[in-house]
């Protein structure tokens, strides 16, 4: 009977790594998602800032963990390849992340977009 406990703290243990590794995976998958797609606007024919700001704060955004308060961007995205913004996110702790957005695709209506981090 006195070999079923280390069993158990085994197991256990081998759960919490994975549970951990899986934590882990969703974060690099997360932090390395840098290509958004979104759909023109019709009345501007850009992609519209606040749309970018919307989708860059998603992308910002770790599991568990609260993103930007905001995002502010410098312009609306033209559906032209190689088009691109400037955009500052905004961190509770008080530091800014500065960022471009540029076009990689444009297929229709739809506008594919990178986001590149700045130097600080």
Known sequence: MSGH?????????????LAAAGVLALTAARLRDRDATSEVDGGTHTVLRTEIARTLSGQLTLPF???????HCSGDLRPVRYDAVRCT?????????????????????????RRHSLPR
């Not at 963990?65 to 995002?71: E, I």
């Open 89 to 113: 996110a905004h961190f509770p702790i008080g530091l800014n992340r500065h960022l471009t957005v540029e076009v990689t695709r444009v297929r229709h209506n739809l506008v594919t977009y």
């Open 5 to 17: 406990p280390p069993r158990r703290a085994l197991l256990l243990g081998l759960l919490t790594a």
């Open 65 to 71: 963990r609260n993103g930007p308060d905001a995002v």
